[in-house]
């Protein structure tokens, strides 16, 4: 597998054309790195199932240049659907709508839904543009993690997480680290109202004052969107250290909290985040220097407020060490 770590007009060419030809592409998007497949291919989506380790009847986000090639994966598409789409795209969201027949079973995980995201990475982008000019009609994208590890956030991640298991003819593009650095806010268009599946950088209020209606959100802990795979939800987003929420720390554990919080005795501070905008983009970094390290346990503080908070509680909620 080869990292590509300046991409020009050529070298987004060629990603496209392998992305054509059933290889794998991991290139960066605003929230994580994705690991890209053409949505179309049976064959190279299951090797992408084999590389990430990811139950086969688990869901894969499509991911498309512009709002223009909706159609061809979506159908019945609601009112307030559309203006989310209009409003945040390209930007940190996806919807999960009713498929067309493009959308196969090993895409959707069986289910009658598709999700589609157009990212504003402008690597993300443009490789998306050119895939779509060779003829391409989308790329499916999980986390470029093995299932239920850590979003990488820097293509060295990728390469560490996947370097095992990607083929010589894989290609990582290296975009820089990701500027949001939690995943996308996944949104149920499937209903009446939305409904928050997994909370992001669009936040409920951003969405109920746009679309003007109730906003449902999925309690945290809620085992919605692991239908597949109920018994693996607790090792999601997990490093191998253990992460406790707001534990008090013992001699020689990992830290993490906003910078007003001061270091306890004898613990190994992981990062010092000023807000919660720099707090999501590092957590993961910060997860990952703890194994670096070999730290036993990692001691979380979580910041609070209704933005992206809520989207580092609920990962964090997720990976927390459950006895
Ligand atoms: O920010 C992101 O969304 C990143 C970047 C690469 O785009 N992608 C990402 O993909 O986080 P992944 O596969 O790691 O997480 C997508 C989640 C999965 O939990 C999956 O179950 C859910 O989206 N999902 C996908 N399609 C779905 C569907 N039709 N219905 C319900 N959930 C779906
Ligand atoms: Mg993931």
Redesign the pocket.
Known sequence: MVIISSCTASTLKDAAASLRSGNLVAFP?E?????GVDATNKDAVAHLYHVKG?PSD????V?ISSMSNLHKWAREIPEYAIKLARTFWPG?M?L?LR?TNLAKDF???N?D???I?V?SHRLASALLTEFEGQGGLGVA?????RFGKV?PTTANDVFEELFGYLLPTDLILDGGPCQ?G???T?I?CTQDNPEI??P?AISATMISDLVGLQVTQIATGSN?????APGLLQSHYAPRAKVFISTKPNLGDGFIALSDISTPPGAIRLVSPKDTKEYARHLYQALRLADTKQLPNVIVIPPTGDDLAIAICDRLEKCAYKS
């Open positions: 998007t929230t994580v790195y994705g690991l990811r688990h869901p894969l986000i991911h940190p996806t999960i498929r895409i959707t995980g289910q839904s598709v999700g995201r990212p994208a999980p986390s470029a993690n979003s949001i939690v995943e996308s996944i149920n599946l997994r992001g919605k969107l692991e239908i597949k």
